[in-house]
């Protein structure tokens, strides 16, 4: 089977053998109590990549704004929402609202709408917050995230980002959106899961480091949650190894991989997302059903992402580095090809109900 579902950008697995061993896989105490093994060594690490003062660990995203937002709403504040922001990141901007905070959404990277809701946050005596994507798949722009950092300063607000899909694979080094857009300053907070192009399943909160102390004193996850286990803290370490060694060539053949995806895609006509992310969706088509094509790819041996939205469904392929160019070659002649049988097969439909049969 090949795989065009999996969000490893890098092709960083982390076999276990590689990892070394563990006393323990957790210390069976919150990190509140005690941190675990790596985790001060880690956190340190991914401030220095982030261009951050400070970080520290949470297990999840989740996680993590949830608590961040129930830190920054203890004063009178306002959350402003980028509209392609990604979910897990609202449902903390959410949880604060239902408690009482306003929340408003204006349309993705669009400034001046950013800006008038930001002045009439402050006429309410209310510090305005924008939530933003460092990076968004499939959105026509990136947030213009220095723009966003210049109103926050303006304004005495936060700029707080989910650098989840930047992370690894923009910036200096893979040092994420911060890095990439070249914005730092106490206002500005990122939280990410390293999940993807690391490969490590926990998240990380960079910020200065007042913010970072305010939010190890607050946080409930570090009171009532297991930290991340020793075994994500070590392949999150072997990951920051491996970028340092060898991130910037697995960065230019990722992007090798997705050019080599688009240009195949335009050789045998299949429409795309105008996207050059890791993540190719198909453009839309009505004559496409999103779900036959996604079984028609899977008895041909290839795994891909069917997304839906409301009765129509699209069809993602996540290209990494560990693809050969053999292996985007296949994929794509066998998309083509169940695209052809498709197309024939509605043809027919269609006649033979123009026919009556």
Known sequence: MLDFASALYLGMRHPSAELGGWDALTL????????????????AALALLCGCQAATLLPSTLHLFCDLFDLLAREPLAILVDGASYP??????????????????????????????????????????ILADGCTPGA????????????MREMDGWLVLDDTQAIGLFGAGGGGSLRRQGVAGPQVVAGS??????GAPLAVLCASAELVRRFGESSQAR??????????????????RINR??????????????????????????????????VQTLAPDRDVDGVALHACLRRAGVDAVLQRAGARSALSFIVTARHAPDDIERALALLAACLRAQAATATTTRRNHEYGI
Do not use: C, M, N
């Open 245 to 278: 060694a060898h991130g910037d060539d697995l960065r230019a053949r990722l992007w090798r991989r997705v050019a080599q995806w688009r240009a195949g895609a335009a050789r045998h006509g299949i429409a795309l997302h105008a996207s050059a992310f890791p």
């Open 193 to 198: 899961s390293l999940s993807k192009a690391f």
């Open 28 to 43: 069976g105490r919150p990190a509140a109590s005690r941190e675990p093994p790596g985790a001060a060594q880690l956190a």
């Open 223 to 240: 009171v009532h949650s297991s930290p991340p286990p020793v075994a994500s803290i070590r392949a999150a370490l072997a990951a920051l």
């Open 88 to 129: 897990i990141a609202r449902a903390g901007a959410e949880r604060a609202a239902a408690r009482g905070t306003p929340l408003a959404v204006f349309a993705h990277a669009d400034v001046e709408d950013a800006r008038r809701l930001a002045r009439a946050a402050r006429r309410q005596g209310r510090r305005p917050l």
């Open 140 to 151: 026509p722009q990136p947030a213009p995230l220095a723009a966003y950092a210049a109103l």
